[in-house]
């Protein structure tokens, strides 16, 4: 699990498979992180996977209206879906774009405590849910959120084990 | 003695909540300190919100609390400012936190995350951490 | 404009306050049940329950608001139940490792009895 920088934009120069644009307004998010976890569902991810995406885009969500934006209710905001397959199995990768203030990328987990109010616990969720998440500055506007959950079980770390590339490096010849 | 015991403090709190009830408690100040859990549930939050490493000590303390959902905020709280965990989770056995909290006085004491006050732990609990 | 946000319903019985909240319960809906765990609260009642039965979503802004209400019941010294977790409800709890911080009951009767 990483939430970090990185030079990744997860999105491997290709085009997106499934690419939602919404409103910053609360009113979407059911349908937004539904519409994410009824495409996993069908990719074959479990029902359980499906609950974990469906929690982690809402909370990722939830943290670009109340603080990228400011509440502000008429803002967008990009989801993309891609599926891919590297050398641990099937996974989905779900990029989180957002035109609000950039902020400093190791700063972003603080800026989701007001919301949580008892701190942390969004980010909590999302890095407990899913097996990547990298938060990053996008070129010229906003932040943007790479998500990746895989079909099998979560990869344990093994520092050891042939120089195990980061899950988020793997697979992606970034352009 | 640094006997900063959390039993008194837990009947301090207890009395507090017996007061509240009365309405006669003089109002308590936000700090990691307080004996009332929600002024205490504020400080961990403003502490995070505001990334004040100068709270760190006061955090690492609180993560022997005997209240879990102090515990949980606390270390949501670290973990929100120095970016670690140290293995800890509030929800595990006693002994198996003591374990990361001597990681916790550790990593404070060393000077990772600044020049800090040390981490006033209760005697009782920082036996583990003693050969 | 709260009750198109979240129905609760609200029943007092013997010194106890049950809240049950219907539909989802996150960003949207915290702020209107976190209201009506104030006025249970103002109540100085001996048992809150919040019957989840009826809550089919809840993410961090609900679990937010339950723990912030912990904390004030221990204040109070009021016992704050938490019944009726369907299995998604539950599962942010445990994600959370909350599930343990809370005293959680299968179903409203048990929690009031």
């Given at each position: 699990m990483n939430v970090g920088t990185s030079g990744n934009n997860g999105t491997n120069g290709s085009t997106p498979h499934l690419r939602l644009q919404m409103l910053s307004n609360p009113l979407y998010l059911s349908g937004a992180r539904e519409l994410v976890s009824s495409v996993a569902k069908r990719l074959g991810f479990p029902d359980t996977a499906c609950g974990q995406i469906a929690l982690a885009v809402d909370e990722a969500l939830c943290n670009v209206m109340r603080h990228g934006y400011d509440r502000r209710e008429d803002a967008p905001i990009w989801i993309s879906v891609w599926p891919f397959t590297d050398e641990h199995g099937d996974a989905l990768r779900i990029v989180i774009e957002d035109e609000a203030k950039q902020v400093d990328p190791a700063a972003i987990k603080s800026r989701d405590l007001e919301q949580i109010r008892p701190g942390g616990l969004g980010v909590h969720i999302i890095k407990e849910v899913m097996d990547d998440a990298v938060y990053e500055k996008r070129?010229?506007?906003?932040?943007?959120?790479?998500?990746?959950?895989?079909?099998?079980?979560?990869?344990?770390?093994a520092p050891t084990a042939t120089s195990a590339p980061a899950p988020n490096a793997s697979g992606n010849s970034d352009v | 003695m640094a006997r900063v015991a959390s039993t008194p403090l837990l009947a301090l709190a207890m009395l507090c909540g017996v007061a509240a009830l009365s309405g006669c408690l003089p109002s308590e100040s936000v700090s990691l300190q307080a004996r009332d859990?929600?002024?205490?549930?504020?400080?961990?939050?403003?502490?995070?919100?505001?990334?004040?490493?100068?709270?760190?000590?006061?955090?690492?303390?609180l993560l022997d609390s005997d209240d879990p959902a102090t515990r949980m905020l606390a270390i949501r709280s670290l973990e929100e400012i120095t970016g670690e965990t140290h293995g800890y989770?509030?929800?595990a056995p006693r002994l198996q936190r003591d374990k990361a909290v001597d990681e916790w006085v550790a990593a404070v004491e060393s000077g990772k995350?600044?020049?800090?006050?040390?981490?006033?732990?209760?005697?009782?609990?920082?036996?583990?951490?003693?050969? | 404009m709260s009750d198109e946000t979240l129905q609760v319903d609200v029943v007092e019985q013997a010194g106890a306050v049950l809240l049950a909240p219907q539909g989802e319960l996150g960003y949207n809906e915290a702020p209107t049940l976190r209201q009506y765990l104030k006025q249970a609260h103002d109540k100085k009642p001996?048992?809150?329950?919040?019957?989840?039965?009826?809550?089919?979503?809840?993410?961090?802004?609900?679990?937010?608001?339950?723990?912030?209400?912990?904390?004030?019941?221990?204040?109070?010294r009021t016992r704050l139940i938490l019944c009726g977790m369907n299995d998604k409800v539950?599962?942010?709890?445990?994600?959370?490792?909350?599930?343990?911080?809370?005293?959680?009951?299968?179903?409203?009767?048990?929690?009031?009895?």
């Open positions: 070129d010229a506007v906003g932040m943007r959120l790479t998500l990746v959950k895989r079909k099998a079980p979560k990869p344990t770390p | 859990p929600v002024k205490r549930m504020e400080a961990i939050v403003d502490a995070a919100e505001e990334h004040d490493r100068s709270q760190i000590p006061g955090l690492v303390k989770d509030h929800a995350y600044g020049q800090l006050s040390p981490v006033a732990r209760d005697e009782r609990r920082s036996r583990s951490s003693q050969p | 001996t048992r809150i329950v919040v019957d989840l039965a009826n809550v089919s979503y809840m993410n961090t802004p609900g679990v937010a608001t339950l723990v912030e209400s912990l904390q004030i019941s221990k204040r109070n539950r599962a942010i709890f445990e994600i959370a490792r909350l599930n343990t911080v809370f005293e959680i009951m299968a179903d409203r009767d048990s929690a009031m009895a």
